[in-house]
């Protein structure tokens, strides 16, 4: 595969990463932005605030599905390890940055699991199950979210290192370690909620 195509296809993950579901239903369902409802950002969570459980489901399961989508494509196309987790690291900047919404996107907690599932499913599992733990303990979803992406890269090179999982190689071991930084990065008015002890629990409302 040519420079040119690998870069073809980094830059339509990105596109991909950029379809803004979250705010498409919710303007669809309900003729609202759902960056002016409840706490702004352009995710599942405050898509079920605009308009209900089954359209909060369904932008999970899309923006989810985006960052499957992404690295699978770039496989089934031959890409690289390069260019897959560079494709995987771009659907996920996409969502964050969107270019149809002015590059004001979601937090990227959904397309972040979908693309990096697909990169290494058996260290995602181990997130998940440390983001339950964490939401059970402290009743806080940016907790779980923010500990979990953290804990990804370092649960993948654990799992090398024990020899229970296969060395992904450099392109989605620098994806393992990017993807949760713009995650952790689009949580820093969490992170300082969280510092200051006002960060909403489950429950009660969102900002």
Do not use: Q
């Given at each position: ?36 409802v409840g706490s702004g950002n352009a995710g599942a969570t405050n898509v ?7 359209a909060g489901a369904a932008a999970l399961l899309l923006d989810c599905g ?40 979601g937090k990227g907690v959904a397309t972040a699991s979908g693309a990096l ?91």
């Amino acid at each position: 595969m040519s420079a040119w195509a690998g870069l073809a296809i980094v830059a339509l993950a990105y596109a991909l990463g950029s379809v803004p579901f979250s705010y498409l239903i919710v303007k669809l369902a309900k003729g609202r932005d759902v960056r002016t409802v409840g706490s702004g950002n352009a995710g599942a969570t405050n898509v079920m605030r605009a308009a209900g459980k089954a359209a909060g489901a369904a932008a999970l399961l899309l923006d989810c599905g985006k960052g499957v989508a992404a690295v699978t494509a770039a496989r089934a196309l031959g890409a690289s390890g390069l260019v897959v987790g560079g494709a995987a690291a771009a659907v996920v900047a996409g969502h964050i940055y969107p270019v149809f919404l002015g590059f004001r996107g979601g937090k990227g907690v959904a397309t972040a699991s979908g693309a990096l599932g697909a990169l290494e499913p058996a260290a995602l599992a181990a997130s998940l199950a440390l983001f339950v733990l964490v939401v059970a303990w402290k009743r806080t979803i940016s907790l779980g979210s923010i500990a979990a992406a953290a804990a990804f890269p370092l649960l993948l090179l654990a799992g090398v290192w024990l020899g229970w999982l296969r060395p992904p190689g450099a392109g989605p071991i620098a994806a393992a370690f990017l993807i949760p930084a713009l995650v952790v990065a689009r949580h820093s008015a969490n992170l300082d909620r969280l510092r200051r002890g006002v960060e909403p629990r489950l429950g009660e409302r969102g900002r």
